[in-house]
């Protein structure tokens, strides 16, 4: 039985675990984050993987940082684990380290693929199965398969998507790593670009942008890790949006009734379907603007 050490963390790998279980693959390992205070409570909480690896029965570690591996797997597979890998690490792969990676290498190497896709207003993203190397993300591409993004997508609707779609790619390439038939691709230098974490100052809101990129932006980091504006000095996140006719100043509330709550961009508006205003909970625009939101007027404007 061909072996793997599997490593990732949030919920995109959960369906790629469960597809090596199910396709019937040793899993000598699961490695994934420490539990981590979660909420207003700091409640500690398992990784998503970690949960599923328990409930498998497979053996769980929990490194704070990855220095060394106590296992010679044939594989190890890396799908959002959250750690740089060291060569003494990769180098336990009796066949090949490979990485599930949410974008169409060379496009988007990084932390946030997925984010950069939805906030670049990107038509296709995708799943690259490549070899580990040293240098992040940079290895041969042994496959890939394309998935069209829609105005419905947001960060979570792609991460579900496209651990779906990793899960199907990593399986269908491992047997050809496997008995050497298949053959990596080299990545072509001179088309890659980065998506690295998102800044805190990247999550601020420029109104003066067209409705468009405002749009993509705000579901760039839906759910997480969630765009906003402030609003009489106090902060509001912004989740779901849709692009309309309108203008006014950017920033602007030009339309406020019992359904509809609509903001002015530098061209364009958008109709806010899903916010949270400070200190209370996400809602949709009517139960916004059926209690806090009558605060919010026509012709002031969120900065």
Known sequence: MTSVVFMGTPAFSVGILEGLVEEGYDVMAVVTQPDRPVGRKRVMTPPPVKAKALELGLTVVQPEKIRELDYEPDFIVTAAFGQ??????????????????????????????????????????????????????????????????????????????????????????????????????????????????????????????????????????????????????????????????GSGAPGEIILKDKKNFVVACGTGALSVKVLQPFGKSKMDVVSFLNGVGQKYEIGSVFN
């Open 84 to 245: 740089f890998l060291p060569e003494s690490v990769l180098a336990r792969a009796k066949v090949k380290a490979i990485n599930v990676h949410a974008s169409l290498l060379p496009k988007y190497r990084g932390a946030a693929p997925i984010h950069y896709a939805l906030i670049n207003g990107d038509a296709l993203t995708g799943i690259s199965i490549i070899e580990m190397t040293k240098k992040m993300d940079a290895g041969d591409i042994y496959g890939s398969s394309e998935l069209a993004i829609t105005d419905d997508d947001n960060v979570g609707t792609l991460f579900e998507k496209l651990s779906v779609v990793g899960r199907d790619t990593l399986l269908s390439v491992m047997p050809g790593i496997l008995d050497g038939s298949a053959v990596g691709v080299p990545q072509v230098e001179s088309e890659v670009t980065f998506s690295p974490s998102i800044s805190a100052d990247e999550e601020i809101i420029d109104w003066s942008l067209s409705a468009r990129e405002v749009f993509n932006k705000i579901r760039g980091m839906n759910p997480f890790p969630t765009a906003y504006s402030t609003y009489d000095g106090e902060r509001v996140k912004f989740f779901d949006t849709r692009v309309v006719v």
